[in-house]
């Protein structure tokens, strides 16, 4: 059974701050990992990583994937309150196209 | 603009009822899915459907129902058989073109037990 494990479950932090969030992931047959930002309702998508693209970066996020020692950290750097949300982390484990395993989420909470 | 819609924000579900949770994307996709999320167990998947007329069953399929007669459309029906069905639910849909998929979300309807 594909498993995601997100850590830490919360934070918080003061603006300005740098904060990295941990995801493992023990999976079938790897084809993706992504990560996704939640405020309030949709998750929305922020990065996407593969075999042939460990990293990727787009103003203050940015985020690695290590396929050998299986885990991704995104980092979120010079924190606003608008980072505040949940953060998940997701593996396409090439068991059926399109079926992500989810981890439980980072709660970020960034205070002024 | 393309999106997922889902429909209602909010819904009350009496005890033995059964009730269904309408989505609706025209982003032309043929994948859609159907997730659970509960407060620190992050998103399960329910069912989900890779196109028009067929289905699969998720991680905690029972006590739920679909139905893909169109492409545009994939509720979900929460059945009496689910015994705890309070949760936040969301549907999401991708264009899988078998190398990498982006899940693409609605807004989610929070279904709560009276």
């Known amino acids: 059974e594909d498993k995601v494990v997100q850590s830490p479950l919360s934070l918080v932090v003061h603006e300005g701050d740098t904060v990295t969030l941990n995801c493992s992931y023990e999976v079938t047959n790897f084809r993706s990992l992504l990560w996704y930002k939640q405020e309030k309702k949709a998750p929305t998508f922020l990065f996407m990583l593969t075999s042939s693209g460990i990293e990727k970066k787009s103003g203050r996020l940015s985020s690695i994937l290590d396929k050998k020692e299986l885990f991704s950290i995104l980092n979120i750097t010079a924190t606003q309150t608008g980072d505040s949300a949940i953060y998940l982390c997701?593996?396409?484990?090439?068991?059926?196209?399109?079926?992500?395993?989810f981890g439980q989420g980072t709660i970020l909470t960034v205070h002024p | 603009d393309g999106g997922i819609t889902q429909s209602p924000k909010y819904l009350f579900r009496k005890e033995g009822q059964n009730v269904t949770l309408s989505c609706e994307q025209n982003l032309n996709h043929d994948a859609m899915y159907w997730y659970r999320q509960d407060p620190g167990q992050g998103l399960r998947l329910i069912y989900y459907?890779?196109?028009?007329?067929?289905?699969q069953k998720g991680d905690i399929a029972e006590g739920y129902s679909v139905s893909r007669e169109k492409k545009e459309s994939f509720p979900l029906t929460v059945t009496s058989a689910q015994k705890n069905p309070t949760a936040f639910y969301l549907c999401?849909?991708?264009?899988?073109?078998?190398?990498?998929?982006?899940?693409?979300f609605g807004s989610g309807t929070q279904l709560s037990v009276l």
């Open positions: 997701a593996v396409d484990g090439g068991t059926s196209y399109g079926k992500l395993t």
């Open positions: 459907s890779q196109i028009v007329n067929d289905f």
């Open positions: 999401a849909s991708s264009r899988p073109d078998g190398i990498n998929e982006k899940l693409f």
